[in-house]
């Protein structure tokens, strides 16, 4: 199982960053993945979730903002955020759980941080 994220950096508040995340060995025994975000010293916070490749599940604070999107083709995840705010800023990791699972646990997961899988994170920095 490997997850690995790009696309992050720094930006000015009202800007838009697109994350990718590169899945390899988990795709085929996953319908659950998604992103969450951690700041030093803060629990880490679930941003989305898609199920089977079309449900989603955003938190309050991105929703209208962030889009996750999947491309089973390429095995690769992506966030797409716009308006971003300071309060954006932490480190953004891809996720996924690698077993099947129906949508509400797939979403409880995302909400709870607990997707079993991660990779290395990638920061993003709104200023």
């Known amino acids: 199982v490997q997850l690995v994220e790009s696309g992050g950096g720094s930006v000015q508040a009202g800007g838009s960053l697109r994350l990718s995340c590169a899945a390899s060995?988990?795709?085929?025994?996953?319908?659950?993945m998604g992103w969450f975000r951690q700041v030093p010293g803060k629990e880490g916070e679930g941003v989305a979730a898609?199920?089977?490749?079309?449900?989603?599940y955003y938190a309050d604070s991105v929703k209208g903002r962030f889009t996750i999107s999947q491309d089973s083709a390429k095995n690769t995840l992506y966030l797409q955020m716009n308006s971003l705010k300071a309060e954006d800023t932490a480190v953004y990791f891809c996720?996924?759980?690698?077993?099947?699972?129906?949508?509400?646990?797939?979403?409880?997961?995302?909400?709870?941080?607990?997707?079993?899988?991660r990779g290395q994170g990638t920061q993003v920095t709104v200023s």
């Open positions: 898609i199920y089977s490749d079309d449900m989603t």
């Open positions: 060995g988990v795709i085929y025994r996953t319908n659950c």
């Open positions: 996720a996924a759980v690698n077993y099947f699972v129906d949508r509400d646990s797939c979403f409880w997961k995302a909400r709870g941080v607990d997707f079993g899988h």
